[in-house]
């Protein structure tokens, strides 16, 4: 059974950069398929920012493109987000996902293997 681990979140202030990691441990699949970062805020609905996909492609919530930047290590099964110029709109649990059978179609999909997450507050 596969287990998502996030780390490096924290408080920053606007404009400071975090940088998310996610390591998956039992991992029993021959192949790694789509991966991708969640985000949700209190009081709101949960969104996808980023998403990559068998062959490193990736997309980007609009609000995150251009600042956040996804990208894994297939061997060691490890994800990660560069978030630059953070905004107070950022804030929210992070959380890692993946579907190792799902090559591509990665954006908007509801992933069947997710962490626990870690929280981002960004202060102005």
């Known amino acids: 059974q596969i287990r998502l681990v996030e780390s490096g979140g924290g408080s920053v202030q606007t404009g400071e950069s975090l940088t998310l990691s996610c390591v998956a441990s039992?991992?029993?699949?021959?192949?790694?398929?789509?991966m991708g970062w969640f985000r949700q805020a209190p009081g709101k609905e949960r969104e996808q920012v980023a998403a990559?996909?068998?062959?490193?492609?990736?997309s980007y919530e609009d609000s995150v493109r251009g600042r956040f930047t996804i990208s894994n290590d297939k061997a060691s099964h490890y994800l990660s987000l560069q978030m630059n110029n953070l905004k107070p709109e950022d804030t929210g649990n992070y959380y890692c996902?993946?579907?190792?059978?799902?090559?591509?179609?990665?954006?908007?999909?509801?992933?069947?293997?997710r962490g626990q997450g870690t929280p981002v507050t960004v202060s102005s």
């Open positions: 996902t993946t579907e190792p059978d799902r090559r591509y179609g990665c954006w908007k999909y509801e992933y069947s293997i």
């Open positions: 039992g991992w029993e699949y021959s192949n790694v398929g789509c």
């Open positions: 990559i996909d068998a062959d490193g492609n990736t």
